[in-house]
């Protein structure tokens, strides 16, 4: 079992879920009482939004690859980033990095063409559903990417970070998300939808609503994780 590095604090409750999630994937796999090591880098998620806003990936770049060296320094063996929005510069990262890097948006799209699904709704934070992160990953495998109207996609992203990054799950919320998958589903005929935020399966835990599925990319993330370090 090779060491798991995190790059967490991006938001903190999700990091917390992906703890949480492996450990309890280690132990359905590996059943002999123990846990699996762990390292995590809890980073300042408001330096990171700061430098997106202002269209700093550079510097984003380098504050993050710093980062990752930290982890390989305590002792990290493979890593991920636990958050959607950072892999705007995931490509550049991992080229930088001292450890092998498990990209998010490349597991999750496995995990679609697992299920044979060819359009889906994306949710996230706005640079995640106006991003080119996710499109340059899908795209060529075939898979087209569906995003909310603009008034949905402010909503989505005001709520992300305003109410879930701060740990605040409340039921109008997930009704309204749900409604926006709903229109989605009505006007563009999607098959599933990537909840393209780590927080977003703490809010919607259900695994699918009127028969769309929701990719759980905390999830499907932790389960590439783990692959990796026990391979």
Known sequence: MKT??????????STID?????VAGYREQVRDGSYPP??????DLNRCVHLISAG???ELTDYLVSEVHKLAKAGAEVGLIAANTAHIVFKEVRRQS??????IVEATCQAAKARGLKK??????????????YPEVFTPGGIALVTPQPAEQDYVHDKYMGELVPGIFLPETRERLLAIVDGMKEREAIQGVILAGTELPLLLRDASHKDIPFLDTAKIHVDAILAQALA
């Open 4 to 13: 798991i590095g995190i790059i967490g604090g991006v938001g903190p409750e």
């Open 18 to 22: 992906y703890y949480r999630r492996v």
């Open 38 to 43: 762990i390292l995590i880098n809890s980073i």
């Open 56 to 58: 700093q990936l550079a």
């Open 98 to 103: 001292p450890i092998p890097l498990v990209s």
């Open 120 to 133: 889906l709704g994306l949710l996230g934070t706005r640079f995640t559903m106006q991003g080119r992160f």
